[in-house]
Nanobody
Framework: QVQLVESGGGLVQAGGSLRLSCAAS????????MGWFRQAPGKEREFVAA????????YYADSVKGRFSISRDNAKNTVYLQMDSLKPEDTAVYYC??????????????WGQGTQVTVSS
C-alpha cells in the first residue's frame, strides 16, 4: 500500500509560479513511476506529467510542455511539479499518482487526495 499526500497548491496570478509536492509513504518509492494529473470543474481528469523510477525519463502533456517540470527525490520519497507561466486554464485540482508500470497509457494504482490550484487572470 502506498499513501500519497499532495501539498503546495494555492491561488496565484496568471504568469506566476507554484511548486507542488507529493510525499509518499513506504520504503519502495523508488520502484514507482510517478505522475501528476489534474481535474478542472466539469471536466475529466487529464494527464499532466510523469517521471520514471530513476528520473531518467519524463514526459508531459502538450498543454504544459515548456512550462511545467516534474522531478523526484527518491531519498525523500517525494515528487515535485514546478509550474511556471501559469494560465487561468491551469486551474484545477492536481493529483499525484503512482504505478509500477511505465509508459504513456498505463493504469495508476495509488492516488493522493489532491491539492487545489487556482490561477486568476
Amino acid at each position: 500500500q502506498v499513501q500519497l499526500v499532495e501539498s503546495g497548491g494555492g491561488l496565484v496570478q496568471a504568469g506566476g509560479s507554484l511548486r507542488l509536492s507529493c510525499a509518499a509513504s513506504g520504503r519502495t518509492f523508488s520502484y514507482y513511476t510517478m505522475g501528476w494529473f489534474r481535474q478542472a470543474p466539469g471536466k475529466e481528469r487529464e494527464f499532466v506529467a510523469a517521471i520514471s523510477r530513476s528520473s531518467g525519463v519524463t514526459y508531459y502533456a502538450d498543454s504544459v510542455k515548456g512550462r511545467f517540470s516534474i522531478s523526484r527525490d527518491n531519498a525523500k520519497n517525494t515528487v515535485y511539479l514546478q509550474m511556471d507561466s501559469l494560465k487561468p486554464e491551469d486551474t484545477a485540482v492536481y493529483y499525484c499518482a503512482s504505478t509500477l508500470e511505465w509508459g504513456r497509457n498505463i493504469d495508476y494504482n495509488y492516488w493522493g487526495q489532491g491539492t487545489q490550484v487556482t490561477v486568476s487572470s
